[in-house]
């Protein structure tokens, strides 16, 4: 009987400790610096394929600090080939007409990767800027996203390092950039190129040739598009006045032909994504069963007995108040707090499971 029971356990708790995609873990490490305590946030959220960064420092006022290296990270790793593809540092940067940056200037206000019914969409609200990235189950090959800002920003920029970061070689390291009008070498200073297509492709010559990267964009929005790269490609969209909602969605290829890959995005493909760009529903129909099935897995483990009465009390009180936030969430239709909910309640059925087999020993 007792094994009975054990197996019983193990089998309900056995999706406790597998780390299901998409997933969104989230940690606070204490940084000491000269004496002072920091706290370093770290955001990482894992698409169906895909994953990205958010990592901030702040100072004991809750002031978001920049001080060394990986202090500020918001990092796309798409298509990733060694440590490079769309930037794994800061793929992304909305720049004010003050020159400040709504990224890197104050923490996020909220932080969400729910599960659609077809596919994972991730959102980061900024104080003036809300950004939303999509990936879609029958094209885990693309991120969409979207760009909501207050005011209109002076530049968009997008970060990209096509095959990694060490690209010099002994024949001269080329970043190159492709249009369907344009096949040229990227300079180190500006270049203003023609966007009227809407979409680009970056590869290199003399060093990983064989990997690169898609853009797809909306140019009707923008005054200028100009690209420069000393080692990474930077990529700054002036949007024309008035414009404060802006769409793009970013790809790759990897081991292909450079000019076969290339030339079949811009010539057969970018038509398509163009078309699927507008047809995305950004605001999400989000997929709670995981919901239902962790409140279903804990019910039970509370029902099995193991738990000491102090213990499962506790667990009853958490699991009656995240169904309480639940509820209300989904009845406000703010799908971002539902599926906050999700992210406690699997939490509750980790540690729930993990009590219960400690117990029963």
Known sequence: ????????????????????????????????????????????FFFNQSEMTYNYLLDPTNKLVKQKWGDFE??????????????????????????????????AEK??????????????????LTLKLI??????????MEVTVKSTPAILRLRA?????KWKAAGGGERRLMTPGDDVKIPEKKLTFSGSSGGLALYNRNYSEKNGNFLVFEPEKYKEITASANNMVMLDFVPKNGEKVFHFALSYFLNEDPQEACSRFLKERLPNIAGMLKEIQWTPEADFSDFYSN?????????????????????????AQCKKRF??????????????EVEVSGDIRSRIGQAAIRAFR
């Not at 932080?111 to 003036?128: D, F, Q, R, Y």
């Not at 990936?135 to 969409?144: C, G, V, Y």
């Not at 390092?161 to 970061?165: E, R, S, V």
């Not at 969430?329 to 906050?340: F, L, M, S, T, V």
């Open 1 to 44: 009987m007792k094994i009975k029971l054990l197996t019983t356990l193990l089998l309900i708790a056995a999706g406790t400790f597998a780390e299901a995609k998409p997933r969104l873990l989230q940690s606070e490490t204490p940084v000491t610096r000269n004496a002072i305590q920091y706290r370093k946030i770290s955001k990482h």
């Open 74 to 107: 918001l990092g796309l790793r798409h298509g990733r080939i060694q440590n490079g593809s769309w930037c794994m540092w800061n793929f992304f940067s909305c720049i004010m007409p003050d020159k400040s940056g709504l990224t890197d200037q104050f923490p």
């Open 111 to 128: 932080v969400c990767l729910m599960s659609t019914k077809n596919g994972v969409h991730a959102e980061i609200v900024w104080p003036g």
């Open 135 to 144: 990936q879609l189950s029958n094209a885990p090959e693309w991120i969409f």
């Open 161 to 165: 390092w096509p095959g990694g970061a």
């Open 295 to 319: 409140v279903e897995v804990i019910e039970k483990i509370i029902a099995a007995g193991t738990l000491p009465e102090s213990e499962k009390n506790s667990f009853l009180a958490e699991l």
């Open 327 to 340: 509820k209300k969430a989904e009845e406000n239709r703010d799908i971002p707090g539902a599926y906050h």
